[in-house]
């Protein structure tokens, strides 16, 4: 293995972080990406085949982006450049772009590694298509946010995206025993502790050496921290989670998706992260709301009162009182039986609806205040409901011009059976 520290070593730097006298400098050295940079992986296969082009590093926040980017850069005869989108403008980008061709008018391209990436706005992205269609440039561009959505499709179709993973257990492991190694001494602290600092780094290699730094700075040698004793130091750490972000959609995605699937569970558990992470409670409860009507519908018509009146105990008791409210609308919806038969029901409905715009009702169906409408044949025929022995006509409301449809097929699920039973007993009446 590669000798990390062989340059850098505390003795002669002791005022660099931690995290940076750590960075690997060998794809085989950084933890937690195989998929990527294993024996098959696509990174490694580019490197090996001399043939690095433009990408797109997508991974949340200390997963290796700005390291693998330095390898890869080491790994090519390119002049490495790199700027920091949060801090370089339009003017940054031109002197960039004017040295970068110069060096390729001498013979030498340019890798130009650009952070946060996807705080470009449109035009500062279009800035860099040019440049990458001429080979002046090769981008490597490193972002925490769902590129699909923070990136120009142009520049899209320039670059190949690599999804990096949050590092595992396994890898923060890895990370410890380096640091221990290097700094020549074990972490002060019990099993447990150890597990929990791991806990805290929530997949973030940089925050959990940082982390390592403060308990080093703020123990003796004759302490032993245990959990309680280690949160006593230790900042906790807000959750990776933005109101603007992906994690905020994928959040919101999987606490619906739970209470679709009937996982009460696991709703609970994404509900209670995103009330963590500082969410506002209201979003959550229109989630709710939608679920009641989208998946639950007329297979419990209660879902959706009790998400309503879940609401307004949440508008008059505030937090976290108002948590208690919310808990119970996510028990009843998770566990309530469930169909989208309303859901489906209008979308065909507004189909035909497009479909056939122009067609008046039936003249059955009309009202008839005024003589004329009397004389058009307006209300003639119509058969008052309440008067039929079934309290049902049977009558026909669609357009005389058009055949009658299905919309609502019911399920045989909760109330819904019960519907479809009835429904089944109209078309009866209504054939015969």
């Given amino acids: 293995m590669t000798d990390l520290f062989a340059e850098n070593t505390i003795e002669n730097d002791n005022k660099r972080p931690l995290a940076d006298l750590l960075r690997p400098c060998e794809l085989s050295d950084v933890v937690g990406q195989q998929h990527l940079l294993g024996e098959n992986g696509a990174l490694r296969r580019m490197v090996e085949a001399g043939t690095l082009s433009s990408l797109i590093l997508w991974g949340t926040p200390g997963c290796g982006k700005t390291t693998i980017a330095r390898i890869l850069a080491n790994h090519s005869d390119l002049h490495f450049e790199q ?160 109101k603007g972000n992906d994690a905020h959609y994928n959040l919101i995605s999987a606490f619906h998706k739970s209470l679709r699937g009937s996982d009460v569970d696991g709703a609970l558990y994404w509900m209670a992260r995103m009330l963590d992470a500082g969410e506002n409670p209201e979003y959550i409860l229109r989630r709710m709301t939608c679920v009641a009507s989208e998946d639950i519908s007329m297979a419990d018509p209660t879902a959706l009162q009790v998400v309503i009146a879940a609401w307004q105990a949440y508008e008059r008791l505030g937090l976290p009182e108002g948590e208690l409210a919310m808990a119970q609308a996510c028990v009843h919806l998770a566990t309530a039986p469930k169909s989208n038969a309303s859901y489906m029901a209008l979308k065909a409905a507004k189909l035909a609806a497009k479909e056939t715009g122009s067609l008046m009702p039936p003249k059955h169906a009309l009202n008839a205040p005024t003589k004329l409408m009397k004389a058009e044949g307006y209300n003639l025929g119509y058969r008052y409901d309440h008067d039929t022995p079934e309290g049902f006509s049977g009558q026909n409301y669609f357009p005389d011009d058009m055949e009658r449809q299905e919309f609502y097929k019911p399920v045989e699920r909760g109330f819904e059976r019960d519907i479809k039973k009835r429904l089944d007993y109209w078309g009866k009446l209504r054939r015969d």
């Fill in 83 to 242: 700027i920091s989108a949060i801090f370089s403008g339009v003017a940054d980008l031109r002197k960039v772009f004017d040295a970068a061709k110069i060096r390729k008018a001498n013979g030498r391209g340019t890798l130009l590694f650009v952070d946060e990436i996807h705080r470009f706005n449109k035009s500062q992205q279009d800035a860099f298509l040019p440049v990458m269609e001429d080979g002046t440039i090769t981008l490597i561009g490193a972002t925490t946010e769902n590129p699909s959505f923070e990136l120009n499709s142009a520049l899209l179709s320039r670059a190949q995206v690599f999804t990096l993973k949050a590092i595992d257990d396994d890898g923060l492991e890895d990370l410890l025993k380096r640091a221990e190694e290097k700094l020549g001494k074990e972490l002060p602290m019990d099993d447990d502790a150890r597990e929990l600092l791991k806990n805290l780094a929530d997949g973030d290699g940089r925050y959990l050496l940082s982390m390592v730094e403060q308990i080093f700075a703020q123990t003796t040698a004759s302490e032993l921290l245990t959990s309680e004793s280690l949160l006593q130091i230790m900042q906790k750490r807000a959750a990776l989670y933005d």
